[in-house]
C-alpha cells in the first residue's frame, strides 16, 4: 500500500507565499523520488517538480524555478513543496506522487504501477 496525502493549501494572496506538505502512508518515503503535479480547471494535469532520492530537484515547469523549493524530510517521512511569489496562474489543486525510476522520465507509480492511485490533492487559490 502506497499512499501519499497533500496538505497545506489555502488562499493567498499575489506574491504570498504557502508550504505544502506531502506525507507518506505504508511506506517509506526516502526510497522514492516524488513529484509535485497540479491541474488547474479545464486543463491537463502537468508536473510542477521533483525531487530525488539524493535530494536533488528537478523542474518540470519553468515558470516556477526560483520560486518554489523542494525538500524532503525523512525523519517525518514527508516532502514539501515552499511556494514563494505565488501568481494567479498557480491557482491549482496540487498533487504529489512517487516517481517511476528518479525524476528524469516524469513518470509516476500512479499511471503506470498499481501501489496506489492519485489522491484528492491540496486547493491552491492565488487571488486578490
Known amino acids: 500500500q502506497v499512499q501519499l496525502v497533500e496538505s497545506g493549501g489555502g488562499l493567498v494572496q499575489p506574491g504570498g507565499s504557502l508550504r505544502l506538505s506531502c506525507g507518506a502512508y505504508?511506506?517509506?518515503?526516502?526510497?522514492?523520488?516524488i513529484g509535485w503535479f497540479r491541474q488547474a480547471p479545464g486543463k491537463e494535469r502537468e508536473g510542477v517538480l521533483c525531487?530525488?532520492?539524493?535530494?536533488?530537484?528537478?523542474y518540470y515547469d519553468d515558470s516556477v524555478k526560483g520560486r518554489f523549493i523542494i525538500s524532503r524530510d525523512n525523519v517525518k517521512n514527508t516532502v514539501y513543496l515552499q511556494m514563494n511569489s505565488l501568481k494567479p496562474e498557480d491557482t491549482a489543486v496540487y498533487y504529489c506522487?512517487?516517481?517511476?525510476?528518479?525524476?528524469?522520465?516524469?513518470?509516476?507509480?500512479?499511471?503506470?504501477?498499481?501501489?496506489?492511485?492519485w489522491g484528492q490533492g491540496t486547493q491552491v487559490t492565488v487571488s486578490s
Open positions: 525531487i530525488s532520492i539524493s535530494d536533488e530537484s528537478t
Open positions: 505504508g511506506f517509506s518515503l526516502d526510497h522514492y523520488a
Open positions: 506522487a512517487p516517481m517511476i525510476n528518479g525524476c528524469f522520465g516524469g513518470s509516476t507509480y500512479y499511471d503506470y504501477g498499481n501501489l496506489g492511485s
